[in-house]
């Protein structure tokens, strides 16, 4: 089940998670890591398109190497995410339509961004299939990133800064991708300003929710969406969605955040003596 989770596609939008990313970073359904356009209402949100079969995401993982979550002594309860409409239409570049309050709203996630240097919390990811789970997160700027989930599902999502692993535990294997050619970057950089280093698509906001929408072309991928999900009224991350370039979208909604705790460097190591891999270069 968990090969599944890392076939063509859904590995792009898994370098996320992130997330989801972060965000997410998070995954498509597991390293895709930033809902709606313009948000819906949590009551009211559709459910994502289901996935064919072959990508059907059945993850839930947890590594030896986690580190215990000690984020506030009352941790939140899992949010509900909010899942994107899937027949939402964006259009090209919005650029030169922006008005000034999306032009400043899209600063006030650039500036939140970039004033980020560690993060730790839990998350909820919603798969292309409806499926949900759980796990932890550990992000240390620039570039540096580990995604776990819950047993039993033996997947681990590592960025050393440079590289993405997908590592099974399980198998005893990992599969290596270039970390500048996730979404996670975006997430992951030191500093950003979103409007200038991104093709941002759309910029909504409602009393809940500001969300920003980046788009990538890349010629042998195939296009793909990160929507970043910032709270209106608290300017905190609260989820990304990553939309493939065959159009489904996974969802992280990350909780219980601590952008104070400190974090174990050893955690964004990417082991290539027990896990082979492709090391980068």
Known sequence: MARDFVVPGLRTALALLIAAAVASVSTPSAAQLFSTTPSPPAVAVPMPKPAPKARRLQMTASDPQKAQMTTGATPAAPPNPVIPDPHRNIPANLFATFDANQKAQAAKVSSYLSSLQTLVGNFVQVGPDGSKTK??????????????????????????????????????????????????????????????????????SDEVYISV???????????????????????????????????????????NLDANKKVDPGLFKIDFTTYPGTPPG
């Open 135 to 204: 796990g932890d997160f550990y992000i240390q700027k620039p570039g540096k990133l580990r995604f776990e989930y819950d047993d039993p599902s033996p997947i681990a999502i590592i960025a050393d800064g440079s590289s993405l692993a997908v590592r099974d535990r399980k198998l005893a294997t990992q599969d290596i991708y270039p970390l500048s050619q996730t979404p996670l970057r975006f997430l992951l950089s030191d500093r950003i300003d979103l409007l200038k280093d991104t093709n941002v698509v759309s910029v909504t």
């Open 213 to 255: 929408t980046i788009e990538e072309k890349q010629a042998l991928i195939g296009t793909s969406r990160l929507m970043l999900m910032i709270g209106t009224k608290d300017g905190q991350l609260k989820q990304w969605t990553v939309t493939d370039p065959q159009g489904y979208d996974t969802t992280v909604a990350v909780y």
